[in-house]
């Protein structure tokens, strides 16, 4: 396998970074695609943690099905400034 040395400290940031930027954006469409994003970079930490079943779990539900149904709820409803 292959290491990991530097991604296990830059994967972290990145996910801390997401994580704020999903609080931060008023949009809340921009708000779903950084969650997307933060749970796919959190599924490669569980990869690289050496957990693939957890992985793609959180791949397939975190990042595919959340996002989907977020973004189906945010076009059911209506946009006010």
Do not use: N, W
Not at 42 to 56: G, H, I, R, S, T
Request: proline content about 4%; charged content about 10%; overall charge neutral.
């Amino acid at each position: 396998m292959i290491e990991a040395g530097p991604l296990h400290i830059i994967i972290p940031l990145a996910l801390v970074v997401c994580a704020i930027f999903v609080a931060v954006f008023r949009d809340l469409l921009y708000a779903v695609v950084a969650l997307a994003v933060l749970s796919l970079l959190l599924a490669f930490q569980f990869y690289l943690m050496k957990a693939p079943d957890v992985a793609m779990a959180e791949a397939g539900i975190g990042a595919a099905v959340t996002t989907a149904i977020l973004i189906i709820t945010l076009r059911a409803t209506k946009r006010m400034e």
